[in-house]
């Protein structure tokens, strides 16, 4: 068994001092983590990253959306009852998704099928499939050798069923990166299903202002959506005029949160990573430029955060093939630092790409890195096959628990939409919300909520009449008065009770400082959807903070009182909520202790 331990550790070498600003950071306390792998445990096993064929695989595990069966050949009529079922429990482990792997018994034993048993096997599957009202698709298939005369491989399927209760499955990616890394070309490739001309066209239509036309430079958070069908085929703007259309035709839906890459623009990129809730983050590197800029930044936020990312390394038309492998043996270096513990998996193939997307949600440890071209077009595809086969991050139980607490709404953005009213977008945090409901919003600058009510609910631009918890959305509040509303405030259910804050704890890490940190300082709070600045009141057993050095401080908002969530416990017993702070000339993040 691996044995473990828990080593303190901190992101100094991630946020290195730029320019003429101090840059403080507080991190995550301490972070556990296994040395050493037992075989056959789930998502530590080293087989589990084995990308070729081999004797063994893992052990099946009961949970999750991982199927093994040897094979499926003319079942019994109460075996077929038996099978669909079995189908429905991993659909629901995995959100509407499924994986079912055809020749591999259940210990793992990777044993393949002949030919015509394997025909006979997907031809039941499909029967099964149809029962339930899911589709599939082949992902992969494997050859094995196995004591006998007659090839036999192994065959991987995808089966996919939109939920009863969903218009289509739904992932959040939050894009991540260095000013001028191509973030937004990229997104422009992918949604709208044109190559880039080498001088950014394709970025074009994602952004929001003119000066970012001009400068080429993302100053704002926007979002673009990229679909899939049930059969794995892309859906975008390339054969779709409108975002309706795409929703309509697609059965899973990828939703790029396009963040700023600019130092300047450092409170935007972060306020989208702990606002929107990302269900994972594209961390993307230049790989002329390599890790340079707010790379290190974006990558310590992202670990601080715990946010689960993998890596792209663009503009590889650019640069000589020597060049990109440096590139990428940088990024492995780093990767495999203490502070990052990660296990670096390159894709360069399909089988490549099927095999990181299964171990990037088995296991937060496993970091895919791809290479590819947005105006060659080299290796795009291996991407676009990584995102329609990754599953959602949260599995089935997470969810029926966020659903069964009371409704919770972040208010992220505020509009004001002709003949519709106030309309306020966000993530639904937990509960159900449903058109006609009655809410209270708050809290106002004098710590109070008000009653309203929810008119309509759109996700992705399209009707929607429940919105579930994890799911973003935009809902229309009718003639409700927008000066009452700001950004950072929650929409909650009157029976929850809510409580507000003025003043708060959080245990911090001082990673660097040119000087001393101490009572009296300044600083923009960022917890989940909040942002407001705050004076530290106290440092609790000293006086002032160097770099390197442990506390817990105590902050007090200067302007308006918020509702901040009460801490949940952390893996090592300690109540913690994710924290980030700014100001000019200092950056911090730690948890929120009290």
Not at 241 to 270: N, P, V, W
Not at 306 to 328: G, H, M, N, Q, Y
Not at 518 to 542: M, P, S
Request: hydrophobic content about 40%; charged content about 25%; glycine content about 8%.
């Amino acid at each position: 068994m691996g044995q473990m331990r828990e080593l303190s550790w901190s992101l100094s070498y991630l946020l290195p001092w730029q320019g003429s600003a101090f840059w403080v950071s507080c991190c995550l306390k301490r972070i556990t983590w296994r040395l050493g792998w037992s075989p056959g445990e789930k998502g530590e096993g080293l087989e589990q990253y084995a990308v070729t064929a081999g004797s063994y695989v893992s052990l099946q595990a009961e949970d999750g959306n991982i199927e093994y069966k040897l094979k499926l050949v003319n079942p019994s009529q109460y075996r077929f009852e038996h099978l669909v079922t079995q189908m429905k429990w991993r659909l629901q482990e995995g959100r509407g998704e499924a994986v079912y792997q055809i020749g591999v018994e259940d210990n793992g034993l990777l044993v393949g099928l002949a030919d015509e048993e394997m025909r006979a096997s997907l031809k039941t599957l499909h029967r099964m499939a149809e029962k339930v009202g899911a589709d599939i698709t082949v992902l992969r298939e494997r050859e094995v050798d196995y004591d006998s005369d007659v090839p036999r491989k192994i065959t991987e399927v995808l089966v996919r069923k939109v939920p009863d209760n969903q218009q289509f499955l739904d992932l959040r990616v939050a894009v991540l990166g260095n000013v001028d890394s191509g973030k937004s070309t990229l997104l422009g490739v992918l949604t709208q299903g044109e190559l880039d001309n080498g001088r950014g066209r394709a970025r074009l239509n994602l952004f929001r202002h003119l000066h970012e036309i001009q400068s080429g430079r993302t100053s704002s958070i926007s979002f673009e959506i990229l679909g899939f069908n049930s059969r794995g085929e892309v859906v975008n703007y390339s054969d779709s005029r409108t975002a309706e259309q795409i929703c309509e035709s697609s059965s899973k839906m990828i939703t790029f949160i396009d963040l700023a890459g600019h130092h300047k623009y450092l409170r935007t990129t972060i306020f989208g990573l702990t606002s929107y809730c990302p269900d994972c983050a594209l961390l993307l590197v230049s790989a002329n430029t390599g890790i340079a800029g707010t790379t290190r930044e974006h990558l310590g936020l992202a670990l601080a955060l715990k946010v689960p990312f993998f890596i792209v390394v663009s503009k590889v038309d650019l640069c000589s093939k020597a060049t990109v492998e440096r590139t990428v043996r940088q990024l492995e270096r780093v990767l495999k630092q203490p502070g990052c513990h990660k296990l670096p998996l390159l894709v360069t193939s399909d089988d490549d790409a099927v095999t990181a997307a299964q171990q990037f949600a088995q296991s937060p440890n496993v970091t895919p890195i791809f290479t590819l071209s947005s105006v060659s077009g080299e290796s795009l595809d291996l991407l676009k096959v990584f995102l329609n086969i990754l599953p959602p991050l949260t599995n089935s139980k997470e969810q029926e628990e966020l659903m069964q607490q009371l409704t919770e709404f972040q208010v992220d953005e505020i509009y004001t939409v002709p003949e519709v009213g106030t309309v306020v977008g966000g993530t639904l945090s937990s509960g159900i919300c449903r058109e006609g409901d009655q809410l209270v919003v708050g809290p106002t600058d004098d710590g109070r909520f008000l009653e309203l009510k929810v008119c309509s609910i759109q996700r992705n631009r399209s009707a929607c009449r429940v919105l579930r918890a994890g799911q973003a959305a935009t809902l229309a509040l009718g003639d409700f008065d927008r000066a009452l509303l700001r950004k950072g405030m929650v929409m909650v259910s009157p029976e929850m009770n809510p409580t507000i804050c003025s003043v708060f704890e959080a245990e911090i890490v001082l990673l660097f400082h040119a000087t001393t940190f101490r009572r009296g300082f300044q600083v923009t709070v960022h917890v989940g959807n909040v942002r407001q600045t705050a004076v530290v009141e106290k440092i609790h057993a000293k006086d002032k903070l160097r770099t390197g050095e442990k506390a817990v401080v105590r902050f007090r908002f200067l302007k308006h009182p918020e509702y901040l969530k009460r801490p949940f416990p952390s893996d090592c017993g300690q109540k913690i909520c994710p924290l980030v702070c700014l100001e000019p000339k200092v950056q911090m993040e730690g948890v929120a202790c009290e």
